[in-house]
């Protein structure tokens, strides 16, 4: 079992991206907030976690303290999932297959909170 803290509002997936276009053609580029989040995400993960490609079957408990109720709890889970692998401590977020979250206002100390366990 692994467990960690993230510090920093989770931000939105819905605001997380805006259209560009690239070649007459639309597509999709993370904003500079997310790019920063997930900077910080990676700097805030444990050293020994970092590169750890956990490959098996997983269960993550993610409570996420947001500094307002404006935030929608799924949208967290999503950005949460995609920073773990970015940080190469888990290989591939479809591992996942059990997710239990919670959410929570914490207007003065936002975080994600992070239990990782492999299933046997």
């Known amino acids: 079992m692994y467990n960690f803290t993230i510090q920093g509002?989770?931000?939105?997936?819905?605001?997380?991206?805006?259209?560009?276009?690239?070649?007459?053609?639309?597509?999709?580029?993370?904003?500079?907030?997310?790019?920063?989040?997930?900077?910080?995400?990676?700097?805030?993960?444990?050293?020994d976690l970092r590169g750890l490609m956990l490959d098996g079957l997983l269960r993550v408990q993610l409570n996420v303290y947001y500094p307002s109720m404006r935030s929608d709890i799924d949208n967290g889970a999503k950005i949460v999932l995609d920073c773990l692998q970015t940080a190469k401590v888990i290989k591939n977020d479809n591992l996942v297959t059990e997710l239990y979250m919670t959410k929570h206002i914490d207007k003065t100390n936002p975080r994600a909170e992070i239990t990782l366990s492999e299933l046997i």
């Open 9 to 47: 509002a989770v931000p939105s997936k819905s605001n997380c991206y805006r259209i560009i276009r690239i070649n007459n053609h639309g597509s999709l580029a993370k904003t500079k907030g997310l790019k920063v989040y997930e900077k910080m995400f990676f700097m805030q993960t444990p050293a």
